[in-house]
């Protein structure tokens, strides 16, 4: 059985050949303390974030897009390989997507947990190449094509032709980041303290980068948060609006928009032309804030798109790689 893996630092996605998308989970692993054995993986395990006892520790594998706990991403790993194709898994082969910035040493960390995991053959391609794919752009051609791929960990942003990536940029800002920030505020603004579920809901309540033209309603919309007060130690209530969210997220936001005219500055000018003329492509969880490509737009002058079912585009990329490996062998050629 081939396996496609989008090894996100939110959610993990696997790809089985010839079946598509059999997988998207969570990626959160619950362990006993002083233990390696997963108590509960993926969406059972991330119900227990901020809830657990002191014995159960709620751990996510991933951070900034590479491994940050080896025995729990092997844990994660083997578990959702075997829940989404059950049974007996002759010479397993696997294809899983990275950041275009991880190291050599974060590459081998990979590398060797999926193999661990019970694959026979591990192939890496990079996010950025994987997301443009699964969006279904031209990427065996010789034009411009550019991408923002937009993960929980990192935002890949790369110019990619004739099946190869030209330049590219890889940030270590993410759906976590924009989390972060969320919290940041409250707790510098309104002196609460709340978790980082709570600031992921207020962002997908709420959150958004731009003005959206029509959506009066959004703007006016609040969000109910329950937290801690810094100063005394109470639980204390809060109404949010989605103008404050806004500015929260704007130093991030920020920071992903300063990584595409990096991008557009090292690319050559032919291709420059090609992504005038064609725009750029947002996929990735982050692709879904509201405004995002707007602001984007306005910022480079370039038409942006959000890409047919974004969240799942890195995974569709690395499934087709799965379903014609001979494809996926002159992609890492070109690498």
């Not at 049974?87 to 275009?100: H, I």
């Not at 100063?231 to 936001?253: S, Y």
């Amino acid at each position: 059985m081939d396996i496609g893996i989008d090894l996100g630092t939110a959610n993990t996605l696997l790809y089985a050949r010839g079946q598509g998308i059999v997988l998207n989970e969570p990626s959160v692993v619950a362990m006993k303390e002083g233990g390696r054995t997963a108590l509960a993986v993926g969406t059972e395990a991330k119900e227990t974030i901020g809830r657990t006892p002191g014995s159960i520790t709620a751990i996510r594998p991933l951070r900034d897009g590479v491994i940050s706990d080896y025995e729990a991403a092997e844990e994660m790993i083997r578990h959702f390989v075997k829940k989404a194709v059950p049974g007996r898994r002759p010479r397993t082969r696997m294809v899983v997507c990275v950041p275009s910035g991880v190291t050599p040493v974060e590459r081998r960390a990979i590398v060797h947990a999926a193999q661990r995991s019970g694959a026979k053959a591990v192939h890496l391609i990079e996010e950025p190449m994987a997301a443009a794919i699964g969006a279904g752009l031209p990427v065996a051609e010789p034009r411009g094509s550019m991408v923002v791929d937009i993960g929980g960990g990192t935002t890949e942003v790369a110019v990619i032709s004739l099946g190869g990536i030209v330049t590219a940029q890889s940030l270590r800002v993410g759906g976590d980041r924009l989390d972060t920030a969320i919290t940041d505020y409250v707790r510098k603004e309104h002196a609460l303290l709340i978790g980082e579920r709570t600031a992921e809901d207020v962002k997908c309540a709420i959150g958004s980068a731009w003005p959206v033209p029509g959506d009066d309603e959004l703007e006016e919309r609040t969000f109910t948060v329950r937290g801690r007060e810094k100063v005394g130690g109470l639980p204390k209530t809060l109404q949010l609006t989605a103008r404050e969210v806004r500015a929260a997220l704007d130093e991030p936001v920020e920071s992903i928009i300063a990584a595409v005219r990096v991008t557009l500055e090292e690319c050559p000018p032919e291709l420059s032309g090609d992504v005038m003329e064609h725009g750029i492509v947002l996929t990735g969880g982050g692709a879904l804030l509201p405004g995002l490509d707007l602001r984007l737009a306005s910022a480079t002058g370039i038409p942006v798109f959000v890409a047919d079912n974004p969240l799942d585009c890195v995974a569709l990329g690395s499934g087709k790689c799965v379903e014609d490996f001979d494809q996926l062998q002159k992609l890492l050629a070109s690498a």
